[in-house]
């Protein structure tokens, strides 16, 4: 189990849901993530859940009538099945899989009596809905064995459903299901019978008055006799519809509201329109009722609304009035965000979610001290493919780019001798997609995207700060700026400074727990940026890879190839920023380059199935051996590289399956690796311990195509050549796509513990503690 799991919201509604167990669920990629807000004042991702093949549509906590803690929840996937996952022990497991073979884009679920007696509370039979690009509501059966079962196909001819929501009928346990449509109505089902299994849902109302898609929905119980159902629309309007068991009331009552009716179970149902809210100016994606609190009897009914204005709305009913009004207005002033997909309210009421169309969450607490809604700490992470990482050289913090065009820093918290991962800073924010990063020295960094540019970033006093309070620095170099920001319309990070910095904050050295303050989403976007150092030319297409010397001397970039001549590993001086040297080897794309720990080799593999080695001599790298691709050891295109701690040893990694470890010292002219090891699945991460276990014993961390991460022991003494395997991570522990870097924490202080740091193509970044003492029992 990971340590640290950062990953962001699919940009999807109804991604993500706040359940009344506390825990808050959404879909990350093809996974279900299970992350905890109360952990400490961070919160911490605690699971993963893949299953799916495909993209997520929808994750929501499966909520019961009668009991305040969910155990279940329901997730639907591009991939035409929708998951029910339980609750065992600490963890959830699937238990029900829904194959409905078309792509799935909405799905939901409530509990029903598993007999027709009314006054039997043991809900235990699960209703499911599903609807799919095939414009068909299927309603679905779980019972109590977790089997599945098909109960009826809704069609709706040429109109798609966009969303649907179940509640009960008021005065029965009848299921109602109300179905939103492409038309911008809104069709009400009744079930026939108490008893699911032998029902029919039939059709008894349509709500009119939306004047474009209804893109969310949620039932509310006011009373035993009447619900609310909330609606919002892309027409920037919330409609509020109520549902009551039909009073008699005097003919003459001609200001009587206009009613619709039907009836179901033998009661007349009334259906009004209660009310229509109008405060947002973009389209309304969300929409959720305040949970009802069990100890309170005179509840002030509050809705939560949220749109692409880039607000969320708390909506309040005036008992005296009987108006619904306007109470709280929170959200995002300027950015580069485009609004919001989705809103929650805690059990409590007293905070809010919203997530965003990068995948970004923001939560916002109501403090009884200021008597006003203030940001929180949220989960973050990338919202695309992270393809590359690299820790500072102090193992202070790990800096990763994703094809999300951002760079961001992860960093723990210590807090009562446990560490609390989260990101603390967002150096870069590009306009194109990042490809590779190297760390040249503690506060300086060189990335590279799907431009010709290498670009060089260095720490800002903002950032020195920042670290201070979470870790004891006092190694900064000359900082060249306070801070950065982006000018309108540019790439380039510009410089910014402050005529008078705070001399205390600059003398701090930690700070108590109740003093820190994570930083919020608003803060990583606006304030966190670093000054842009030097830009680098000389490729002829786009960066692909980067490695950097360990003293931060030198620079080796390469670009995408197809050619010799573009195939060059370009050799950069870090102190005058001037190319120094063409290593000319490959004769296509090099896909990783690591230079040695002593730094006397460059190591490089590329897509012509050859890797390469060059040795410094004092004063340049020059090519002393290059495998044979007819006669070799790899068919296929090597992917990755990397180094023992003492550098006797190196491995390459490929397509093929197939892992070699070479000796760079070559004894006769047949390159033969000293051993190897075929795992049969595509290899495509490696990554040797920084720290030594024992004598003579290596630890090796392979990433593989499928997402699997296997640990193993390599012991190497004389001709005596043992692998022994450790550990072994599947999709749910490791990642669901493929590992497209792994890196081990250079920590010198807890000799115990390894770190290995990941990233794959699921947008996520996972940190795992790995004991030694069980290493060396093996």
Known sequence: MASYISCA??????????????????????????????????????????????????????????????????????????????????????????????????????????????NDKTFHELLICTGSVKGEVKLWLRNMSNKVKCLQTLTFGKKLPIEACFSYLPSTDLP?????????????????????????????????????????????????????????????????????????????????????????????????????????????????????????????????????????????????????????????????????????????????????????????????????????????????????LSWDPKGRFLV?????????????????????????????????????????????????????????FTAPTAFKNSLKRIANVDDFENIVADSASVPALGLTNKAMFVESINEKKTEINGVEDEDYSPPTEEELMQYTLWPELQKLYGHGYEIFSIAARHDGKMLATACKSSSLEHSVILLWNTSTWTLIQKLIAHQLTVT???FSPNDKYLLSVSRDRRWSLFEFNGNTYNLIVISSKKDGLHTRIIWCCSWTHDSSYFATGSRDGKIGIWSPIITNDKIIPVTSLDVKDSVTALSFSIQSIAEHIYVLAIGFETGCIEVRKLQICDNNIVWSKCIAYNTSDAHHLTVRRLKFRPCKEELNILQLASCGSDHTVKIYDIDVTKLEDL
């Open 592 to 594: 990783q380059m690591e």
């Open 9 to 118: 919201c699919n940009r999807i509604p109804h991604s993500t849901d706040w359940g009344r167990n506390g825990l808050i669920c959404y879909a990350s990629c093809h996974a279900v993530v299970i992350y905890d807000p109360f952990v400490s004042k961070i919160g911490k991702v605690k699971n993963t859940l893949h299953r799916h093949k495909g993209r997520i549509n929808t994750v929501r906590w499966i909520k019961h009538r009668y009991i305040n803690v969910e155990w279940e929840l329901i997730s639907s996937s591009v991939d035409g099945t929708a998951i029910v996952w339980s609750r065992v022990n600490e963890c959830f497991e699937c238990t029900s899989i829904i194959e409905v073979g078309d792509v799935l884009t909405l799905s939901n679920s409530l509990y029903v009596c598993a007999s027709d007696t009314l």
């Open 400 to 456: 990763t780019v994703s094809a999300d065009q951002t760079t961001r820093i992860h960093a723990p918290w210590k807090n009562k001798a446990l560490e609390f991962w989260h990101e603390i800073g967002r150096p870069q924010v590009h306009g194109y997609d990042m490809s590779c990063l190297a760390m040249l020295t503690p506060y300086m960094f060189a990335s590279g995207a799907e431009e010709k540019v290498i670009r060089i």
């Open 176 to 388: 109602l299901l109300a179905v939103a449509t492409e038309l911008s109505t809104i069709e009400l089902y009744v079930s026939s019978s108490h008893v699911i299994e032998e029902s029919n849902f039939l059709k008894v109302q349509m709500l009119t008055g939306h004047e474009d898609w209804i893109c969310c929905m949620d039932f509310n119980h006011i009373t035993n006799d009447s619900i609310l159902l909330a609606s919002g629309s892309q027409d920037a309007m919330i409609r509020l519809w109520k549902i009551s068991v039909k009073i008699t009331e005097p003919l003459n009552n001609d200001l009587r509201q206009k009613e619709q009716m039907f009836v179901a179970n033998d009661i007349k149902y009334n259906v009004t329109l209660e009310s229509i809210l109008y405060g947002h100016e973009g389209w309304i994606y969300g929409v959720h009722w305040c949970p009802q609190q069990t100890n309170s009897k005179n509840q002030i009914l509050r809705l939560l609304s949220c749109s692409l204005d880039k607000s969320m709305i708390i909506w309040e009913l005036d008992e005296i009035s009987n108006i619904w009004s306007e109470k709280v207005r929170v959200g995002e002033v300027g950015g580069n965000s485009l609004g919001f997909y989705g809103c929650k309210f805690d059990s409590s009421g007293m905070n809010i979610l919203a997530h965003g169309y990068q995948g970004s969450f923001h939560i916002w607490q109501y403090s009884d001290k200021v008597k006003n809604w203030i940001p929180k700490s949220i989960p973050g992470g990338h919202f695309s493919e992270v393809v590359d």
